[in-house]
């Protein structure tokens, strides 16, 4: 396996690539061979769009190992090869600050336990310099923009999983985003043990080593989020 990519504007207004030693994993692909067909299904739709006047924010959901960056580094290089300029993003992350950030929010090693608050507004402020720097210059100029992660997952991990209040979250999260909402989120449905076994060995952070418990109560805030924005959610089997 090669190391998935990820993308940033830096200063001058350039797209910077950049890899790192123990970041996620992709499959390697020729074409679309191995996006999940009901991935597949979904292109005519965002030909259509991105053919119009709509700007275009596709996010992929779903617990750690369940495959949603591999799907998402697929479906970039899909659009890309059909000439329509896409953008690879990942969350905490993305920008130069918001991937100093990451390495705060994701490190194991801190003297004390990070608080459920402390983690919440450091993703959060990860999210507001990637909205700010990244994602809306790349919308403006009318291209797509491909988000490992969003806010989705702050309600499913810190709502749900945490356990923080579900308004707070809500909050926070507008603040963070300006209001930005996906116009397509595809949510990787896998059973917790396949995702556990799909990450052996390659070290999990601090959200990874998180138990069985907390993840299945993630993956019902996932299920309640779909249940609610059935027309923007997609629940796709991993």
Not at 202 to 228: I, N
């Amino acid at each position: 396996p090669e190391l998935v990519p990820y993308y940033y504007e830096g200063s001058n207004g350039k797209r910077v690539m950049r890899t790192e030693a123990n970041g996620p994993r992709m499959i390697r692909s020729s074409g679309d061979r191995y996006l999940l067909p009901s991935i597949r299904s979904h292109f005519p739709l965002w030909n259509t769009i991105t053919e119009g006047d709509s700007i275009m924010l596709i996010t992929f959901e779903g617990i750690d190992g369940c495959g949603k960056s591999s799907q998402a580094k697929l479906t970039a290089d899909r659009l890309n090869d059909q000439g329509i300029e896409c953008l690879l993003v990942r969350e905490p992350g993305g920008s130069e600050l918001s991937e100093q950030i990451r390495s705060v929010v994701l490190n194991t090693h801190h003297e004390a336990p990070m608080s459920h608050a402390a983690e919440l507004l450091l993703f959060a402020a990860s999210r507001a310099q990637l909205v700010e720097e990244v994602i809306e210059p790349a919308l403006r100029r009318n291209a797509v923009v491909i988000c490992d992660r969003f806010t989705d997952s702050t309600i499913a991990y810190q709502g749900y999983g945490r356990g923080l209040p579900l308004a707070y979250i809500r909050t926070i999260n507008d603040l963070a985003t300006g209001g930005l909402v996906p116009d397509i989120t595809l949510l990787i449905d896998v059973p917790i043990e396949l995702a556990i076994r799909r990450r052996k060995g390659m070290g999990d952070d601090r959200m990874e080593s998180e138990s069985r418990l907390f993840f299945s109560h993630v993956m019902q805030g996932y299920m309640a989020l779909a249940q609610k924005h059935p027309d923007r959610i997609h629940v796709i089997d991993g």
